[in-house]
């Protein structure tokens, strides 16, 4: 471990498992179990947040005693239980399942003693920009101060910060839970009984008080949490904590001027770390699991193609361009190096907010012990304030990174000043979009009255708060304040599945679907206007719409001329065809894209010979079966079925027949078994006298054309591969 200098912190969470912690009332939680959660909590937060914070757990209460400290009577069942290290799942599993209640009582100063100690002697050596410790107890044991005013100077002397949660308010000294600053808001209070205080609970208020108070002064009860109002906070995991990573640069303008500066992100989206990794379902772990790509030719045998011999591709329209890595790099667009530098000034006004693009804002500043950057950038940042001017700037991240244009305007705080960079679109990523104007048209023109209701409503719906003189405004919907949901859930149910593998995600906790809703107030104030909304904007029941006529409609065929029964019999046998579909085109053969489609549109033509276009179908059909592949046999199973319905319609059972009889042959001499599979499914079989007059199938010989030929016992002569479309196509022709 490095000894460099960090910003971690070293933590020790101290807690009493003296049996008075499992003390509570009927239905509610013990202090035990609630300081549990909350250690829980805790150090999930660590967790998932992912910093190099360093944490140790030490029980005070125990049956039996581990630590340096101890020997003879001196502080006896105080247990060291995890030293100084990273929080991971294990420690979340020995809080868990480890951690019982113990059948003794320990002195919580000498476990305050013990704790400054660890942190001391692990410590040594290393540097952390703080060190902490947090006390989980009821203050139900008894305690000796006679070592107080000694771990008051080491606390001071070291550094080391210290932090009570319990189950009640201390500035409540007669347990009344009433508070004196407020700060205890109700939806912290602890369900604590409130006139259930014992003596040696009030007497380790009046130890904490003092010793807080010699600590922190005035702010000494600022560090002491009730269990409850620590519950709250901490059921919001951290988010991931991120370093801030300067990038140095020179701000140019022109080729004379070159300012140092050092950048900043700002604002940039979170984005979830992938750390999701493939490991077998059996031993839950990744080494077991072997993964190997192969590429290989769309052909019979597949050909195993090497990695070297594949080369990228660019489909340009119909065609595929290759593209090698050699072309990749030498297209790429290589600047001289990274670059912030200004290509003009432009009025505020001309940047438009919704132009703001990219994912990420910087923050601009002179380069840190650089005198003379920092003024010019100063002077630079206030003549643009004073003169209501942005710079546009030509900004690249480095060599490597595609230029952008982007604009930066000036910032300026009490505590500092800036450039804000934000990068501004292309030509390409603009959307030009045309509406029509609701003004010109007198039937969208609200009233008066409208108006003034929709003013109402947004007036109530204000998400900022104002005093009477409007000098005070508060940001009641605190958008940088609010966790990503996401985030939140995911944590929580990897936290879960870590300690209930088999068992089911639990529910979305309440408050995560609460953070996005509507506040209170703001949903109250909102009441008034609505209602009047709803009364100036009535909605009516505009009755069922009227169909609208498609072309499809006014061209249908309907044979209105002639008899009722033949028109029926007409629309019957037509289906869904009509003159719109012979508007789609002009069809002449049946194509390989919609060959079905296009058997029916030909086989209605005047003139049209069965046998010439179903030969084309058949044709396809063939061309299908031969590339082997599901698509192609769904394709060929569509076509079939085409086939037969209009062979029934149009008489012609014999053709289909035959050909179904020639393609049964075909599929057991080929291999195409799972092809026939398909269609024993989809029920497609010779079409019998009960469908058609022309046939002579019965039903039973069509549920046994559908089995598979039993093949004879003697060695079978394997046909060759040539002629087998003509076959079949010849049968069709005879």
Known sequence: MSKGGRNWAAIVLCMDVG????????????????????????????????????????????????????????????????????????????????????????DFLDALVVCMDLLQKETLGKKYEKRHIEVFTDLSSPFSEDQLEIIIANLKKTGISLQFFLPFPVDDEDGSGDTVDGRHSDMYRNSFPRK?????????????????????????????????ESLERLSMFKKIERRPMAWPCQLTIGSNLSIRIVAFKSLVEEKLKKSWTLVDAKTLKKEDVQKETVYCLNDDDETEVQKDDLVQGFRYGSDIVPFSKVDEEQMKYKTEAKCFSVLGFSRSSQIQRHHYMGNQVLKVFAAKGDEAAAVALSALIHALDELDVVAVVRYAYDRRSNPQVGVAFPCIKDAYECLIYVQLPYMEDLRQYMFSSLKNNKKYTPTADQLSAVDSLIDSMSLVYEDDDGETTEDIFKTSKIPNPQFQRLYQCLQHKAFHPDKPLPPIEQHLLEMLEIPQEVRERCQAPLEKIKALFPLKDAGKKKEQ???????????????????????????????????????????????????????????????????????????????????YYMKSINCIRVFREEAIKLSEVQCFNDFLQALKEKVEDKTLADFWEILIQDGISLITKDEAEGSSVTSEEAKKFLAPKEKPAETLLVAGEGGDVDDLVSIVKT
């Not at 030490?58 to 105080?78: C, K, M």
């Not at 009046?206 to 807080?212: H, Y």
């Not at 079905?596 to 010439?612: D, G, H, I, P, Y």
Request: glycine share 6%; proline share 3%; hydrophobic share 35%.
């Open 549 to 631: 006529k498609t072309a499809q409609d006014v061209f249908k065929d309907n044979n209105e001329d002639g008899p009722s029964a033949k028109k029926a019999k007409a629309e019957n046998e037509e289906g869904s065809f009509s003159i719109a579909n012979l508007a789609e085109g002009n069809v002449t053969t049946v194509g390989s894209i919609n060959p079905a489609e296009n058997f029916c549109v030909l086989v209605r033509q005047k003139n049209a010979n069965f046998k010439e276009v179903s030969q084309q179908l058949v044709n396809r059909i063939e061309q299908f079966l031969e590339t082997k592949g599901l698509q």
């Open 196 to 228: 259930g205080l014992t003596e040696q609970q009030k007497e380790g208020i009046c130890m904490v008080r003092k010793l807080m108070f010699a600590l922190e002064e005035e702010g000494g009860l600022d560090e002491i949490y009730t269990f409850r």
């Open 19 to 106: 049996f008075a912690m499992t003390n509570s009332a009927p239905g509610e939680e013990s202090p035990f179990e609630q300081a549990k959660k909350m250690m829980t909590m805790f150090v999930q937060r660590q967790v998932f947040a992912e910093n190099k914070d360093e944490v140790s757990v030490v029980l005070f209460g125990t049956d039996g005693t581990e630590n340096a400290l101890a020997s003879g009577d001196q502080y006896q069942n105080i247990t060291v239980q995890r030293h100084l290290m990273l929080p991971d799942f294990d420690l979340l599993e020995d809080i868990q399942n480890v951690i019982q209640p113990g059948s003794e009582q320990a």
